[in-house]
């Protein structure tokens, strides 16, 4: 079975733009959460989706958006792109409702560079 | 805030030594997971601990969650190669209705050979 994921793989914008990454999970996986990652420290949690419905929210600006589609798969959205968003993100898929609640199987990330 | 802490930050040992990291939360957590991140890789799922006290093998590492449930450690025996990366612990956290995921900033494992 394939595993979860991302796209695209790298992604370069410049302060201002806007992106959208997708992530689609592990086939009968029904939730999604994104995590910002930046180099030397552990994944930040931004959102958890289950069911289409946003369960968690982490401590980001609201120029942080998701969603999720009926399929489960995900888009996450930045709009003004700072500098400071510049990261590794995150999808990662589970079979739990909550964050936190399962393992978190991780797909291989999209690096976003902002100049 | 609810915090997930992890010590050491870095730690390198001569292949063949024993390697231990310790994480600590602010508050009693539900169950602690364990993730191995290799370098320029995405992080990987070990193991998930549940109850108090609990201890879990696998292979070379054993996992300990606290009587507490607000510590948890990886203990890693005889070290080889194929150990190098970061290792993150990381806990369910809450305010409210609203839990996320906290992860550990992560302690770096390098091993000499």
């Known amino acids: 079975d394939a595993g979860v994921t991302q796209s695209p793989t790298h992604l370069i914008k410049t302060r201002g733009q806007h992106v959208t990454l997708r992530c689609s999970p592990i086939?009968?996986?029904?939730?999604v959460s994104w995590y910002q990652q930046v180099l030397g420290q552990g994944p930040q949690f931004i959102f958890q989706y289950y069911e289409k419905e946003e369960r968690g929210r982490g401590n980001f600006p609201d120029r942080f958006s998701a969603r999720q589609f009926p399929n489960y798969s995900s888009e996450l959205n930045v709009n003004a792109l700072l500098l400071g968003d510049s990261a590794l993100y995150l999808c990662?898929?589970?079979?739990?409702?909550?964050?936190?609640?399962?393992?978190?199987?991780f797909g291989p990330g999209t690096r976003l560079t902002v100049l | 805030g609810q915090q997930v802490m992890q010590i050491p930050q870095y730690q390198h040992v001569q292949e063949g030594e024993d390697f231990t990291t310790y994480c600590n939360s602010s508050t009693t957590l539900s169950n602690i997971q364990w993730y191995k991140q290799r370098p320029g890789g995405h992080p990987v799922f070990l193991i998930q601990l549940v109850k108090s006290g609990e201890v879990k093998k696998q292979k070379r590492l054993t996992f300990q969650f606290g009587e507490a449930k607000k510590n948890s450690s990886l203990h890693i025996t005889a070290t080889q190669t194929t150990d190098v990366g970061t290792y993150f612990c990381a806990g369910p956290t809450s305010g409210g209705s609203n839990y996320k995921l906290t992860f550990g900033k992560g302690t770096l494992l390098t091993v000499n050979p």
């Open positions: 086939s009968g996986h029904k939730s």
């Open positions: 990662a898929s589970s079979s739990a409702g909550t964050s936190g609640g399962a393992a978190q199987y």
